[in-house]
């Protein structure tokens, strides 16, 4: 079945529906680690990454649709209004579905590079809404975006490794 | 047999772009909806289930951690606690000796005027399970909720003040709001000269502010404010903040008053839930109002 896959994406082929949902809880369980004070601050959004990640990797597999349930979760878990998270999580979606090919062209580097604005849009949704809604912006939350973007390369090479072991064990 | 899927041609379904403006319209409408009215608390009850679940799991790590320090608690430390405390008590004793006196006093002297007796207040022990992880607000949540007969808009306190409200209520666990939290405020008077003021939290860790206060308005470094009950919701005479800074400058209308807040807000695993408060008589209507609720164009707003 790989050979008639471009080399490029030749592992790609072995992520089945339990290992994205996995990684997903995974990201999910450790943006509810008990973070407090300046940790919040400059905590990177892991479910936006892995989302991001699967959306540019798995663009037929993951898109808008889910984005937006893993924001409704998180909408309930932040106790924030239902939509807030979603709303943020569709548009990243869609910026990673959009951009797939192009993201996947480049190496690490640029890959972060491309990343980033992504990452910055959705906080800046989230904030926006926060803002209509309340009158005050939090002005530090934008700095999490930057350690989200710097986390890019190794969740990437993580996910692309873990995601080769599970490739060759399939094969024998 | 995965690749085939992703080399579709035909029937792939809405094109993203269609898709994003879908969910986008989707979230915009929910927002609209759960801000404006309640309909989705019930939805979101049912959603909280697995989320809590998940949530706990992810506490779990630091909550182990506590426990096993709790558990290798040394023996000195547990006597020095323990004398400590009962110092405490032996102060405490003799204190309450003294508040029991004057509380018969002013019974007695309160009844010889008419004025409604201040009751005392049944409570309920709750613990902190969780702290909001939202940068936006300052959250956390309690171990009980419906099921032990919470109700949205009781007080939470710790022994040495006011910590915060509860705004929303879920069957085991009950979200509180700090009064640090930027959208938060309380009554307060000053203990000292009873001057009346509004405290709001400004979002900060450890800071709530006097918005509203005239810049000559008798406030000093050091005063403490307690909650004056105008409002109904706290109950008078809570400790609430005491005033660290005051910064008078004759070229704004309002001085700038800092304070901190008395209670541990962001320390302690247990907190306690006032209940029972009693109910002031509703306010009566102003003209506007009765004027707005006759008028047939101005439908009438519930809150």
């Known amino acids: 079945m790989s050979e008639s896959a471009p080399r490029s994406q030749e592992f790609l082929s072995a992520s089945s529906g339990s290992f994205i949902v996995g990684s997903m809880l995974i990201a999910l369980l450790l943006n509810w680690l008990p973070w407090q004070g300046w940790g919040l601050a400059l905590r990177p959004d892991f479910v936006a990454l892995i989302l991001l990640y699967w959306c540019t990797h798995k663009p037929y597999r993951v898109g808008i649709g889910i984005a937006w349930m893993v924001g409704i979760l998180a909408d309930v878990a932040d106790a924030s209004l239902f939509g807030q998270h979603a709303l943020a999580y569709s548009v990243l979606a869609f910026g990673g579905v959009v951009l797939h090919r192009r993201v996947q062209m480049f190496d690490l580097r640029q890959q972060t590079l491309q990343v980033f604005p992504l990452l910055l849009l959705s906080q800046a949704i989230y904030a926006t809404v926060h803002w209509q809604l309340s009158g005050h912006m939090v002005w530090e939350y934008f700095i999490s975006s930057i350690f989200s973007a710097a986390l890019w390369a190794p969740l990437t090479i993580m996910l692309q490794s873990l995601r080769r072991l599970r490739n060759h064990s399939d094969q024998l | ?25 989707l979230s915009l409408l929910l927002l609209f909806v759960d801000a404006r009215f309640k309909y989705l608390e019930y939805a979101r009850n049912i959603l909280f289930v697995p989320v809590n679940a ?26 020095q606690d323990n004398e400590q405390l009962r110092l405490n008590n032996t102060e405490q004793a003799a204190q309450l ?14 009844s010889l005027l008419a004025i409604q007796q201040r009751a005392e207040y049944p409570m309920q022990l709750a613990e902190i399970i969780f702290v909001e992880r939202d940068i936006f607000k300052r959250k956390l949540f309690l171990n009980k909720g419906s099921s032990a007969n919470v109700l949205a808009g009781q007080i939470v306190i710790d022994e040495t003040g006011v910590v915060g409200q509860i705004t929303r209520v879920y069957p085991w666990v009950s979200e509180v709001t700090l009064i640090t939290d930027k959208d938060h405020t309380v009554p307060v008077q000053v203990l000292r000269n009873g001057l009346r003021a509004i ?5 900060g860790a450890g800071e709530i502010t006097l918005r509203y206060t005239p810049v000559n308005a008798e406030i000093e470094v050091g005063d403490v404010l307690v909650t004056s009950g105008l409002d109904g919701t706290y109950p008078p005479g809570l400790p609430v903040a005491r005033v660290t800074q005051v910064e008078r400058n004759p070229a704004y209308p309002f001085a700038r008053i800092a ?3 008395l209670a541990g807000v962001d320390k302690n695993r247990q907190l306690l839930i006032l209940t029972g408060l009693p109910k002031l008589p509703t306010r009566p209507e102003t003209e506007v109002e009765k004027v707005v609720r006759k008028s047939p164009k101005f439908p009438h707003k519930t809150p």
């Open chain 2, 1 to 25: 047999m995965e690749h085939t899927r992703s080399f579709r041609f035909f029937n792939r379904g809405p094109s993203e772009a269609a898709r994003l403006v879908f969910f986008a319209l």
């Open chain 2, 54 to 79: 998940l949530q706990s799991l992810a506490t779990l790590p630091s909550k182990l951690w506590h426990e096993a320090g709790e558990y290798l608690i040394t023996q000195t430390r547990l006597v």
């Open chain 2, 97 to 110: 000796q003294q508040l029991q006196v004057l509380q018969a006093e002013v019974g007695h002297l309160r």
């Open chain 2, 199 to 203: 405290a709001f939290g400004s979002g």
């Open chain 2, 259 to 261: 304070c901190t807040p």
